[in-house]
């Protein structure tokens, strides 16, 4: 029968498919336009099942705050190629799911891919992509931060997201994405070494040990050794204690305290792709 090209282009809007599958998908349906668009998510489906055993090691990584600057999220949206992680459809599809996420201020992974997005599940839109883009998609990463005070950062490229939180609302905003851009910079793992798990700390004091038995370290000194090379490892992963890369001859917190002597950090979220 005869498709129009009217048919073919509200199609394509309604589902972001290609021309020619649109076409193809009104063909099939005989004209009937709500038929056309399940055989299109149909597609999705049957390409996703296909490619459920694919590595989607590509991606965008997202951060972004709400208005009140209290709440933040990053979200990461995986497929299979760099060509398709720098598509402006891609990195826009992305940017819906997180902007519901913060609206909903979403809970966990499982709470965004049940938020409605058009009438359906992020879920059911993340595998209906895989079908019209034909590659492997999968939201894989899903962090919020509740603060007085967020600050997101986005490394250009899309590749590695932050956000830091702080313990009040008056906060400079280049002091904030300065310490944004240090959970980027230096991965940190804690705010503090009060707040890395100790089963994190003793696995270190462990490594530190055998590391001194095999240079030959005598066993009674072990303990003592291995406690001071976890002091210095609290200075490089814990990010109050962690020398400011922009200055070299200051730790964070003295960073901080340079410009407010009350201001604290509360927590942060990074994530990286590929880095």
Not at 26 to 45: C, H, M, S, V, Y
Not at 170 to 192: F, G, Y
Request: glycine fraction near 6%; charged fraction near 30%; include cysteine.
């Amino acid at each position: 029968m005869d498709i129009s090209t009217a048919d073919v282009v509200k199609l394509r809007k309604v589902t972001g498919a290609g021309m020619m599958d649109c076409k193809n998908a009104l063909t099939q349906a005989e004209g009937d336009f709500d038929r056309a668009i399940e055989i299109i998510r149909e597609r999705g489906k049957l390409v996703a099942s296909k490619r459920a055993d694919r590595e989607a090691t590509e991606g965008v990584v997202l951060a972004k705050v709400t208005a009140d600057k209290k709440f933040g999220a990053v979200v990461v949206l995986n497929c299979e190629t760099d060509f398709v992680a720098k598509n402006e459809n891609f990195i826009g599809f992305t940017e819906k799911i997180i902007d519901l996420a913060l609206d909903n201020r979403a809970e966990d992974l499982q709470s965004v891919l049940a938020l409605n997005l058009d009438g359906r599940t992020i879920e059911q839109q993340v595998m209906e992509q895989t079908g019209v883009i034909g590659e492997k998609i999968e939201l894989s990463f899903y962090g919020k931060l509740n603060a007085e005070y967020v600050m997101a950062y986005i490394h250009p490229g899309n590749k590695l997201a932050t956000l830091a939180g702080f313990n009040k609302q008056e906060v400079e905003l280049q002091v904030a994405k300065d310490v944004a851009m240090q959970v980027a910079a230096m991965s940190p793992i804690a705010v503090d070494k009060d707040s890395v798990p100790q089963a994190v700390v003793e696995k270190e004091l462990e490594i530190a040990k055998e590391k001194f038995r095999l240079e030959g370290k005598s066993e009674n000194m072990l303990d003592k050794i291995a406690m001071g090379a976890v002091q210095k490892w609290f200075a490089e992963v814990t990010l109050n204690n962690q020398v400011y890369v922009k200055d070299g001859k200051i730790t964070i917190k003295e960073f901080l305290a340079q410009h407010d002597k009350t201001l604290a950090i509360t927590g942060f979220v990074r994530y990286s792709l590929n880095l």
